[in-house]
Structure formats: C-alpha cells, structure tokens
C-alpha cells in the first residue's frame, strides 16, 4: 500500500536549458509524455533524474515531489 501512495506522488519537473526560468517547470505523470510534449527521446530520461546525465536534448528533467511541490534531493 506504501509503495502504491508513493507511485501517486511521482512526477518529473522539465526545465529548458535555453529559458532562465527555473520558477515555472512542466510537471509530468510518465516519461513518455515527457518525450511526447518535448519531442525528446525517452532513452535518456531516467538518467538524467538519476544525476547520470546532466541533461537531455536540451531539458533538465528532475524528480518532483506533488505533495511538497518542489524538486526531490
């Protein structure tokens, strides 16, 4: 059940590297509708929120807290 509540509170904030506005990210439920608004590849997602990758065809994608409603450390 703790697993399943935590799902729910999953989400990815997308920021554009070329904006400086880091006030206003794009919150998204899946990566592959982060892939479908961004036109990006999905492929790099993941790492990328893992800290692998510091981004991805031009995104910064990071883990978003829905509750707290800011970035996961």
Known sequence: MIKYREKLKERFAVYS???TNFNNPK???KTKDIGD?????TSHILSVCKGNRQHTQG????NWDAVKKKTKK
């Open 17 to 19: 590297i070329e904006g």
């Open 27 to 29: 919150i998204f439920k």
């Open 37 to 41: 608004y961004c036109r990006i590849n």
């Open 59 to 62: 995104y910064i994608i990071v």
